[in-house]
């Protein structure tokens, strides 16, 4: 599964709002040419930021003019709201909330299925699955749960043979579909995946999930092409989720198209801070007292001084898009949730196939700071610490990433290397020399080239479209680096 559709805009019935787009037919793509410079959407800040205020204006009048800020169908609302935003501990929240007011109220059902999913917590959603089947056995809800569940377990085909009956009690189940299209996916059954995203599609045809969903899939079966396109026509129908970019910076490292992956995965980041600066104005504005509140604790208070303080070389590297004059190290340093990790990695990998080293080693430290018990984060901390010739503390982060994985051949290798090359006198090797022996060495054994990748593997789930396959595959760390070079 992967995330919400709109973890960064849920349309219908688990987004807010989003304006139907066509998008290309698959014969009218573009030359490959064309594709590999595809723009990146051009939105106006503003406008998304002034529909983004109102939104969270109308639901403070609800609260406070109208008194229903306990009504089941506006904190139902408020969920999607706080999932539209990434902020899965919240929106279960309010779903919990909605569900002791009215525990049938169908608004909030597959919300709340989805989020407990995105936050791993198995028993209470195999509580909620047993209750939605003895309230609703024959409701697509509630085998849609029991699916969730199985697919949390890494029980593909149960979750298979659970999603596709719900598809049969309700054909028209969008969520159902992109759900049953991620079990075939998680099993390796690409065919049968992208005919169930492509159901979806047809039934939601305004919506890009379907469309980010067949994208990934493409990619995770390295049709680079197709995927290109399904992503880029994604991105077009929402220019404002986090994900599509994320995806699209992935194809475009696969294709070694570096420059472009680091312009696709800063946009991504700075999409995801431009939100929760909007939500922390909102806040402050409100006194914290409104339904679309922040609780989980990514906030400007979570802002980790070490990385907002990197100003000289960040003014040399900011990338300019249309979410505001937002500095990139100040993007890395508000993501406090690791759910974007693997993007922040990614855009370290693609920092450095650019020889952008110091750039490469901030997102590798954030990396390890969201994720410290994932061993190649650690390893390509210390790989790029080695390419900058800083030996000592190379040695320290190959030693961290082999303590969480001892049978790593890429840490064990160089971190032999390293304690030889501090033994030796000085410079015995030019910079040069020395980066393209290291290189050589990251490409025989082929370091990170299985990492760099969509977000699917960390999947949260799609509340707008049930649940989401983010593949946290990484980006190729590839090693020719000509990859780390």
């Known amino acids: 599964f992967g995330i919400n559709q709109n973890e960064h805009n849920q349309p219908s ?10 998008f290309a037919k698959l014969n009218d793509v573009k030359s490959k040419d064309d594709d590999d410079d595809a723009k990146i959407p051009a939105e106006s800040s503003s406008s998304s930021m002034t529909e983004s205020d109102e939104i969270e204006e109308a639901f403070g009048r609800l609260r406070l003019e109208h008194q229903l800020g306990e009504s089941a169908d506006v904190l139902a609302l408020a969920a999607r709201r706080a999932y539209a935003l990434h902020r899965l501990p919240l929106a279960a929240h309010y779903c919990e909330e909605a569900q002791k007011i009215d525990p049938l109220c169908p608004r909030h059902q597959f919300l709340h299925v989805v989020t407990l999913f995105g936050l791993e917590r198995k028993q209470d959603l195999f509580y909620l699955a047993h209750q939605l089947v003895d309230a609703q056995p024959k409701a697509a809800v509630s085998w849609f749960a029991v699916g969730c569940y199985y697919q949390l377990c890494g029980k593909y085909d149960l979750a298979q ?30 065919d049968q995946a992208l005919a169930a995203f492509r159901a979806a599609q047809r039934l939601h045809s305004s919506g890009h999930h379907p469309m980010l969903y067949m994208g990934m899939e493409y990619l995770r079966t390295n049709h680079l092409s197709l ?58 504005e409100e006194g914290g007292k409104y339904l679309g509140k922040t609780c989980n604790g990514s906030g400007i208070s ?5 990385f907002g303080s990197r100003n000289r070389r960040d003014r040399k590297n900011v990338i300019t898009t249309n979410v505001g004059n937002i500095s990139d190290s100040e993007c890395i340093a508000r993501c406090t949730d690791p759910f974007w990790e693997p993007t922040i990695f990614n855009l370290g990998q693609s920092y450095r196939k650019i020889h952008h080293y110091e750039e490469a080693k901030l997102c590798f430290e954030k990396s390890v700071i969201l994720t410290p ?32 994985k001892p049978d790593d051949a890429f840490s064990n290798e160089m971190l032999n290397r390293a304690l030889n090359e501090s033994l030796m006198n ?20 082929s370091f990170g080239s299985s990492r760099v990748g969509s977000m699917r593997d960390r999947s ?12 946290h595959f990484t980006l190729d760390c590839s090693g020719s680096d000509e990859s780390m070079s």
């Not at 979570?302 to 070490?306: C, H, I, P, T």
């Open 161 to 190: 043979r659970h999603f596709g009956r719900s598809t049969r009690l309700d054909a028209r189940c969008v969520e159902a579909w992109i759900a049953f299209g991620c079990a075939f996916a998680a099993a390796d059954e690409s």
């Open 227 to 284: 995927a290109g396109h399904f992503l880029t026509a994604g991105s077009r129908l929402n220019s404002y989720d986090p994900l599509s970019f994320n995806e699209l910076g992935v194809c475009a490292y696969r294709q070694e198209r570096y420059h472009k992956a680091v312009e696709y995965f800063i946009r991504a980041l700075k999409l995801h801070a431009e939100l929760d600066i909007q939500a922390e104005t909102q806040m402050n």
């Open 426 to 445: 000085p410079i015995t090797l030019s910079v040069t020399e020395e980066r393209a022996a290291l290189n050589t060495t990251a490409s025989r054994l």
């Open 373 to 404: 018990g994932h061993a190649p984060s650690h390893a390509a901390l210390g790989f790029t610490r080695h390419l900058m010739g800083d030996i000592d503390g190379a040695i320290e982060s190959y030693h961290q990433s082999l303590s969480i």
């Open 13 to 22: 019935p688990f987004t807010i709002s989003e304006t139907p787009v066509g």
């Open 302 to 306: 979570g802002l980790n001084r070490k």
């Open 460 to 471: 949260a789930v799609d509340s707008s479209m049930a649940t989401e396959q983010s593949s």
